[in-house]
């Protein structure tokens, strides 16, 4: 039994001696481990990509949302496979929002013991919906959002002090953004139904319940259900934000008036005063790209589910708590 460790070593909780120990952890149950360290963006996309099959029975990807997106991107080119080994996302990043759908906030060492006792299992293997964005060819694997969320991405990635790490530093950029909170001209249709249209202040689409590791925008979704689910809040004062976001942290607000809610198999968001949409997925500022070249963000982005589409481990012992 063989296993790639794939890392990203300037991840935001990622150490030589963290990277150690997941090894040793992961040496316990396979027979070799094969590290590879990224140094560039889309280097764990194109690893993954050139896996040839049986060349390993187990991905394991540690960093943040961002490097488990990458290799799931592989893993989705390489659909041609005969078997697609599953892969066990661990936590290195910051808000770690994809390890908390799977394991909950479980210690990343019960994570490994568990898929000790399931690998070659195929009983512990879920495969999971992934989402696709048509214009830009780009998969998302835990979900997209504009407004304030994409604000907070992008502050989060620039602005918040090194020394701030983990979720604090979604939460020391969720205050900066929420001094600027500038909603937008919108609207948002699910399956070519318009759900709403008016002043935005953010809009939350995925398979995953939590963003930024706490955010609980989309307390229905499942990550294998064949739905993308929807969260639009509409303007509101910062003040009535903070309110929403005390409900958000439990998955509460989804009868609040500013919130519109809702399931489909193609979500399109839309900006209506002719500026582009500014966006991020999977805890990474999205930059559109046409021949390398960055090109501004279009006005208007449509969202496609993939369902059951690569595996992953997740565990067996998930509460039924929909937060």
Known sequence: MRGLLIVNPVAGSVTKDYISKVHTKLKQFLDEVVVFETSAKEQARRKTNNLKASEFQCLVSLGGDGTAQEVIQGMYEQQ????????????????????????????????VYEVSELIGESHGVTWIDLIFA???????????????????????????????????RYQSAAIQALGNLAPYPGRVSVDDKLIYEGLTTLV???????????????????????????????????????????????????????????QGKVVTLERTD??????????????????????????????????????????????????
């Open 80 to 111: 041609e496979l005969t078997q697609i080994p599953p892969l066990l996302v661990l936590p290195g990043g910051t808000g770690n929002s994809f390890y908390a759908e799977l394991w909950e906030d479980r210690p990343w060492e019960e994570a």
């Open 134 to 168: 048509p214009q830009s060819k780009t998969v998302i694997s835990l979900g997209a959002a504009s407004g304030f969320l994409a604000d907070v991405v992008e502050i989060a990635h620039q602005e918040v002090g090194i020394a701030v790490q983990g979720r604090d």
């Open 204 to 262: 939350a689409l995925g398979g995953a319940k939590r963003r930024g590791g706490t955010f609980c925008l989309l307390p229905l979704s499942h990550l294998d259900d064949g739905l993308l689910d929807v969260c639009v809040i509409a303007s509101c004062s910062p003040q009535r934000f903070i309110e929403l976001a005390t409900l958000i942290f439990e998955g509460k607000h989804l009868f609040e008036p500013e919130v519109y809610y809702r």
């Open 274 to 323: 002719g500026l582009g949409l500014k966006l991020e997925h999977d805890g990474e500022c999205w930059d559109f790209a046409e021949g390398g070249a960055v090109v501004p963000t279009p006005t208007t982005v449509a969202f496609e589910v993939l369902p059951k589409i690569v595996p992953v481990f997740r565990s067996r012992r998930l509460t039924s708590k929909p937060c």
